[in-house]
């Protein structure tokens, strides 16, 4: 009793009496906020704000809102203000109010490149190798940008900038690209107040994968009612300036808009694409030879500047899938078809260029165009993914698969529609890298780095229609952006110390003569056991292709060029400087060591690309998905490449006309599906677009009641390009329906997109038996499973059974 009456006391003696002053405590600098200069008193009205702390931070007087528009795989020779055939207007006319430089260079990929515009440091530093799906586990190649580095959308947008990314991104682990994926490396979390793209290395343009800020959607309407990506991301683009002028008009912008131009697959309407008939008739040999010259005349390049051997590389390094077909030696049917899949890519460029026009157009109508620093460039060499005849369907690239005339030839009059994932030959890939020697995913050469690169700013840049031969690198788009801004990148971000800056601001440029010297002094290149070094106007390279399993990079041959000079790297001086050969293959490794650029790697796209990574999921042999859930993107779908797999649905038919996607995964350019249709069971597997369809239909009908369906593949050996050959087993129930022999693909389906849906085919229909979205309908999915476990289909079948039952 004595404790309670105690503490009962201590309570009391705590109670404010009526009538009796209390003092208040000694108010100190509030935690988290150091610097506060306001008044803290018990009472408000006794206290005095200090809104300091909270007032976001302006942008520096004057600043630029900045708009930077990046292509995909497009070499120095292709565009018209470089002399090349494809018109574009829009940056023909920046270019003439800005300036136009001749030697830009990227890393000879797209995950790399962009990674260095995204931070200013060398791809390796941001753990961007390659491309984000060939991530190895080594510090250089984890396909994850680490916290040693800052993006420059997080600077700006710490400064006062509205940050805006639109269309491609490729630089999310492919790990990530899920819906329950951690969205650390999406763009919001890299410094972007809003996103509208896609996440992926390429995307359907008829039937994009999109993603808005943090989640994935569905096209707002279909290509039967005019949609293009290029068209919709231009309207996204318009939409969110005009969102950010009506709340927000003083603070300026940067806007990161990457269409997916010129990346495969060319998809353009027959009304741009025709406006290039006959253009590149004459081939790729005599065009190459025509856009040096057209080079040489407006100033691009040097006189004597002379066009570099294509086939070069000897036999026992070449990658066959690289050579290039001399036009003479084609027949009329592949002339006429290599051809039209140039006219396509025009086309398909051209048309994006005028959807970048409204943009610019806006920002005129609204008064934003005088102080816009423009940024228009391309992120790496025209690609020679298209293999040397060419291919309707990019993805047999991948899967090392070889193209056929007949099968081609079949497309002629609808290359680049819905019907084709086309991508042209090798010989356009060198001719629109003219002059100089391979194209994209060569870092050695510089068809693969040298790419296009206009500026324009009114305000900023008064020596309009000028040409700038300083030789510079994507490393330097991100110091130049800080130092127009007056901004810096801040030596740590999160308590992590950062990278330094690998570029060189290019701003000194604005006011140059055009033969200035340059202000950088060396850049390493690799990619895919390719390498390089330029410095001080000397350039070694070795002599290596990619994605060829060769290795042996000691016994690697290199070779020396004094670029200065020979713009085309035409002129081997190794044997005349062996002492400068020497001292640049030191400052490779050097530059190798201060940037994680080993171990050095050249194994086949196959092997690479098919490579098992850690996810945040621990390894499981079965995969169970529902219905109504988003399309499960193919990076962390169920593999069921090269091995035996079975897929089982419970099912319930409550309508005799039941029909629809039970299970779909890919495209009409790879995939398969689970279907029900007039009554009968269908499986379809889509062999790279290649038809017939190999479709097994049940042998019987089914009619209303519970069902587990599904299908059995046992992989039995491999084809002639390593294709899977083996045997497929239809079921309803425990009853075999449908039996015979089926090939599947070795590799992905794609190399992004088209995931893995139940209930609903998204995008582009892997069969042509049913039309997006074919939704099932009539009846109820349970559950699906797919199973790579090895256990037979019938236990499976017993235990799935025993499931459906249950419910």
């Given at each position: 009793m004595a404790t309670r009456l105690i503490a009962l006391g201590a309570i009391i003696a705590l109670i404010p009496l009526p009538g009796i002053a209390q003092d208040a405590p000694e108010m100190k600098e509030p935690l988290g906020y150091p610097g506060f200069n306001g008044k803290i008193d018990l009472d408000v009205r006794d206290s005095s704000p200090d809104w300091t702390p909270f007032t976001p931070k302006a942008a520096p007087e004057g600043s630029p809102?900045?708009?930077f528009v990046l292509y995909d795989d497009t070499g120095l020779g292709a565009w018209s203000p470089y002399g090349g055939k494809i018109n574009m207007p829009t940056m023909d006319d920046l270019a003439a109010e800005g300036l136009t430089f001749t030697q830009w260079h990227t890393t000879a990929l797209c995950s790399p490149t962009r990674?260095?515009?995204?931070?200013?440091?060398?791809?390796?530093?941001?753990?961007?190798?390659?491309?984000?799906?060939?991530?190895?586990?080594?510090?250089?190649?984890?396909?994850?940008?680490?916290?040693?580095?800052?993006?420059?959308?997080?600077v700006l947008q710490a400064n006062g900038y509205s940050t805006f990314w639109i269309g491609k991104n490729h630089n999310v682990p492919e790990q990530d690209v899920a819906s329950g994926a951690s969205r650390t490396e999406w763009p919001l979390n890299q410094g972007f107040d809003r996103f509208y793209g896609f996440l992926g290395g390429e995307t359907n343009q008829w039937y994009p994968d999109l993603v808005e800020d943090n989640r994935f959607i569905e096209q707002p309407y279909g290509p039967e009612d005019g949609y293009h990506l290029s068209k919709d991301l231009a309207d996204q683009a318009i939409s969110m300036l005009r969102d950010q002028k009506a709340t927000n008009p003083s603070k300026p912008w940067y806007m990161w808009f990457n269409p997916g131009a010129n990346h495969a697959p060319h998809h353009a309407s027959p009304e741009w694409s025709d406006k290039y008939k006959g253009v590149f008739d004459e081939g790729y040999d005599v065009y190459r030879q025509e856009i040096t010259q057209a080079m040489i005349d407006k100033g691009i390049m040097p006189e004597g500047t002379v066009n570099t051997e294509l086939n070069f590389l000897p036999e026992d390094i070449a990658n066959p899938a690289d050579a290039v077909r001399p036009w003479d030696s084609l027949n009329d049917d592949e002339k006429k078809l290599f051809a039209r899949m140039a006219e396509v890519y025009a086309g398909f460029s051209e048309y994006t260029d005028s959807e970048v026009g409204r943009i610019i157009d806006y920002l005129k109508e609204t008064g934003q165009y005088e102080n816009t620093l423009i940024i228009y460039a391309a992120d790496n060499g025209a690609s020679g993914e298209g293999s040397p005849n060419g291919s309707v369907n990019e993805n047999k690239f991948f899967n090392g698969f070889p193209d056929e005339l007949e099968e081609n030839m079949k497309y002629l009059d609808t290359l680049g529609s819905a019907d084709t994932y086309n991508h042209y030959p090798t010989g356009w890939a060198a001719a629109f890298s003219a002059p100089f020697k391979m194209f994209k995913r060569y870092s050695n050469y510089a068809g693969g780095t040298n790419d296009p690169l206009v500026m324009s700013w009114p305000n900023g840049i008064k020596n309009g229609g000028e040409i700038r031969h300083q030789y510079h690198h994507s490393v330097d788009i991100v110091p130049t952006i800080l130092e127009i801004t007056g901004l810096e990148m801040p030596t740590t971000n999160n308590g992590v110390d950062q990278y330094p800056l690998s570029g060189v601001s290019m701003a000194y440029t604005f006011d140059a003569a055009p033969d200035d010297p340059t202000q950088k002094d060396v850049q390493y290149y690799t990619m895919l056991g390719t390498r390089g070094i330029w410095k001080?106007?000397?350039?070694?390279?070795?002599?290596?292709?990619?994605?060829?399993?060769?290795?042996?990079?000691?016994?690697?041959?290199?070779?020396?060029y004094h670029v200065d000079v020979d713009r085309s790297e035409s002129n081997n001086l190794a044997d005349q400087e062996p002492e400068k050969l020497n001292e640049l293959i030191q400052v490779w490794f050097d530059e190798a060591a201060k940037n994680n650029v080993l171990p050095l790697d050249d194994r086949s796209a196959v092997e690479i690309l098919t490579i098992e990574r850690p996810t945040s999921e621990p390894a499981r042999d079965t995969y169970v998905y529902y219905p109504h859930t988003a399309c499960v993107p193919e990076g962390v779908a169920v593999n069921i490449r090269g091995r035996d797999y079975k897929i089982l649905a419970n099912i319930e038919i409550e309508d005799e006309n039941t029909s629809g996607v039970v299970f779909a995964h890919g495209s009409r350019f790879g995939g398969h599906s689970l279907f029900i249709k007039d009554k009968k069971l269908y499986y379809a597997y889509n062999f790279l677009g290649i038809q017939p369809e190999q479709v097994f239909e049940s042998d019987v009908e089914l009619q209303p009641g519970a069902y587990?369906?599904?299908?059995?593949?046992?992989?039995?050996?491999?084809?002639?390009?390593?294709?899977?050959?083996?045997?497929?087993?239809?079921?309803?129930?425990?009853?075999?329906?449908?039996?015979?022999?089926?090939?599947?693909?070795?590799?992905?389906?794609?190399?992004?997109?088209?995931?893995?849906?139940?209930?609903?085919?998204?995008?582009?229909a892997v069969s042509q038996m049913y039309t997006t979205p074919g939704e099932f309908t009539g009846g109820t999915i349970q559950k699906v499973a797919v199973s790579v476990s090895g256990d037979s289909y019938e236990s499976m079948e017993a235990a799935a059974k025993r499931m459906l039952k249950r419910q």
């Amino acid at each position: 009793m004595a404790t309670r009456l105690i503490a009962l006391g201590a309570i009391i003696a705590l109670i404010p009496l009526p009538g009796i002053a209390q003092d208040a405590p000694e108010m100190k600098e509030p935690l988290g906020y150091p610097g506060f200069n306001g008044k803290i008193d018990l009472d408000v009205r006794d206290s005095s704000p200090d809104w300091t702390p909270f007032t976001p931070k302006a942008a520096p007087e004057g600043s630029p809102n900045i708009l930077f528009v990046l292509y995909d795989d497009t070499g120095l020779g292709a565009w018209s203000p470089y002399g090349g055939k494809i018109n574009m207007p829009t940056m023909d006319d920046l270019a003439a109010e800005g300036l136009t430089f001749t030697q830009w260079h990227t890393t000879a990929l797209c995950s790399p490149t962009r990674s260095t515009l995204l931070t200013g440091r060398n791809h390796h530093l941001n753990g961007m190798a390659a491309i984000t799906e060939t991530a190895d586990g080594f510090p250089g190649a984890s396909g994850r940008i680490p916290p040693q580095v800052t993006t420059i959308a997080e600077v700006l947008q710490a400064n006062g900038y509205s940050t805006f990314w639109i269309g491609k991104n490729h630089n999310v682990p492919e790990q990530d690209v899920a819906s329950g994926a951690s969205r650390t490396e999406w763009p919001l979390n890299q410094g972007f107040d809003r996103f509208y793209g896609f996440l992926g290395g390429e995307t359907n343009q008829w039937y994009p994968d999109l993603v808005e800020d943090n989640r994935f959607i569905e096209q707002p309407y279909g290509p039967e009612d005019g949609y293009h990506l290029s068209k919709d991301l231009a309207d996204q683009a318009i939409s969110m300036l005009r969102d950010q002028k009506a709340t927000n008009p003083s603070k300026p912008w940067y806007m990161w808009f990457n269409p997916g131009a010129n990346h495969a697959p060319h998809h353009a309407s027959p009304e741009w694409s025709d406006k290039y008939k006959g253009v590149f008739d004459e081939g790729y040999d005599v065009y190459r030879q025509e856009i040096t010259q057209a080079m040489i005349d407006k100033g691009i390049m040097p006189e004597g500047t002379v066009n570099t051997e294509l086939n070069f590389l000897p036999e026992d390094i070449a990658n066959p899938a690289d050579a290039v077909r001399p036009w003479d030696s084609l027949n009329d049917d592949e002339k006429k078809l290599f051809a039209r899949m140039a006219e396509v890519y025009a086309g398909f460029s051209e048309y994006t260029d005028s959807e970048v026009g409204r943009i610019i157009d806006y920002l005129k109508e609204t008064g934003q165009y005088e102080n816009t620093l423009i940024i228009y460039a391309a992120d790496n060499g025209a690609s020679g993914e298209g293999s040397p005849n060419g291919s309707v369907n990019e993805n047999k690239f991948f899967n090392g698969f070889p193209d056929e005339l007949e099968e081609n030839m079949k497309y002629l009059d609808t290359l680049g529609s819905a019907d084709t994932y086309n991508h042209y030959p090798t010989g356009w890939a060198a001719a629109f890298s003219a002059p100089f020697k391979m194209f994209k995913r060569y870092s050695n050469y510089a068809g693969g780095t040298n790419d296009p690169l206009v500026m324009s700013w009114p305000n900023g840049i008064k020596n309009g229609g000028e040409i700038r031969h300083q030789y510079h690198h994507s490393v330097d788009i991100v110091p130049t952006i800080l130092e127009i801004t007056g901004l810096e990148m801040p030596t740590t971000n999160n308590g992590v110390d950062q990278y330094p800056l690998s570029g060189v601001s290019m701003a000194y440029t604005f006011d140059a003569a055009p033969d200035d010297p340059t202000q950088k002094d060396v850049q390493y290149y690799t990619m895919l056991g390719t390498r390089g070094i330029w410095k001080d106007g000397w350039k070694a390279v070795a002599v290596h292709a990619p994605l060829t399993g060769t290795s042996n990079f000691d016994k690697d041959v290199w070779e020396l060029y004094h670029v200065d000079v020979d713009r085309s790297e035409s002129n081997n001086l190794a044997d005349q400087e062996p002492e400068k050969l020497n001292e640049l293959i030191q400052v490779w490794f050097d530059e190798a060591a201060k940037n994680n650029v080993l171990p050095l790697d050249d194994r086949s796209a196959v092997e690479i690309l098919t490579i098992e990574r850690p996810t945040s999921e621990p390894a499981r042999d079965t995969y169970v998905y529902y219905p109504h859930t988003a399309c499960v993107p193919e990076g962390v779908a169920v593999n069921i490449r090269g091995r035996d797999y079975k897929i089982l649905a419970n099912i319930e038919i409550e309508d005799e006309n039941t029909s629809g996607v039970v299970f779909a995964h890919g495209s009409r350019f790879g995939g398969h599906s689970l279907f029900i249709k007039d009554k009968k069971l269908y499986y379809a597997y889509n062999f790279l677009g290649i038809q017939p369809e190999q479709v097994f239909e049940s042998d019987v009908e089914l009619q209303p009641g519970a069902y587990t369906v599904g299908m059995e593949f046992d992989a039995t050996g491999t084809g002639d390009s390593g294709e899977v050959l083996g045997s497929m087993k239809l079921y309803v129930d425990d009853q075999e329906v449908a039996s015979g022999d089926m090939r599947a693909q070795s590799g992905k389906f794609t190399l992004s997109g088209d995931g893995l849906c139940i209930g609903y085919d998204s995008g582009d229909a892997v069969s042509q038996m049913y039309t997006t979205p074919g939704e099932f309908t009539g009846g109820t999915i349970q559950k699906v499973a797919v199973s790579v476990s090895g256990d037979s289909y019938e236990s499976m079948e017993a235990a799935a059974k025993r499931m459906l039952k249950r419910q």
